[in-house]
């Protein structure tokens, strides 16, 4: 029961539901116009950020538990910061990746790679433990 209450309390405060419909609602065309486009020499990327330190973020951080399991469900452990995604954003915008489309760089500290971050997300981890006692990736 505590688990549900977090994870309800998680996803009202960050709005979880709205910020995955919003990602799908880029993913895909990005996805779809890099092919589209691709002849005409136009690249479409995506970034994709997971928990960033920015004002809609703040109502889960100001809510120690909530906050607490973020943390340990994002292999970093540690929120990601704003300068993290400008910095994605100007890699692939930069002359280095003339031959990349139709990518989506996530800008998430692993979570979404990480077969652990995706299971801790559905079931937090027991309080007391610390990143020392993470298995290895």
């Given at each position: 029961?505590?688990?549900?209450?977090?994870?309800?309390?998680?996803l009202?405060?960050?709005?979880?539901?709205?910020?995955?419909?919003?990602?799908?609602?880029?993913?895909?065309?990005?996805?779809?116009?890099?092919?589209?486009?691709?002849?005409?020499?136009?690249?479409?990327?995506?970034?994709?950020?997971?928990?960033?330190?920015?004002?809609?973020?703040?109502?889960?951080?100001?809510?120690?538990?909530?906050?607490?399991?973020?943390?340990?469900?994002?292999?970093?452990?540690?929120?990601?910061?704003?300068?993290?995604?400008?910095?994605?954003?100007?890699?692939?915008?930069?002359?280095?990746?003339?031959f990349?489309?139709?990518?989506?760089?996530?800008?998430?500290?692993?979570?979404?790679?990480?077969?652990?971050?995706?299971?801790?997300?559905?079931?937090?981890?027991?309080?007391?433990?610390?990143?020392?006692?993470?298995?290895p990736?």
């Open positions: 029961m505590r688990r549900r209450r977090l994870r309800a309390r998680l009202r405060r960050s709005q979880g539901p709205a910020c995955s419909a919003g990602k799908g609602g880029v993913v895909r065309p990005a996805k779809a116009l890099a092919v589209a486009r691709a002849a005409e020499g136009i690249r479409v990327n995506a970034v994709a950020p997971g928990w960033i330190r920015t004002g809609p973020a703040g109502n889960v951080r100001a809510d120690g538990e909530a906050d607490r399991h973020i943390l340990t469900c994002t292999p970093m452990c540690r929120w990601g910061g704003p300068g993290g995604v400008a910095g994605a954003v100007a890699f692939l915008a930069g002359a280095g990746t003339v990349v489309a139709g990518t989506v760089l996530a800008v998430d500290g692993g979570t979404s790679r990480c077969e652990r971050g995706r299971a801790l997300l559905r079931h937090p981890r027991p309080r007391g433990r610390t990143r020392a006692d993470r298995p990736l």
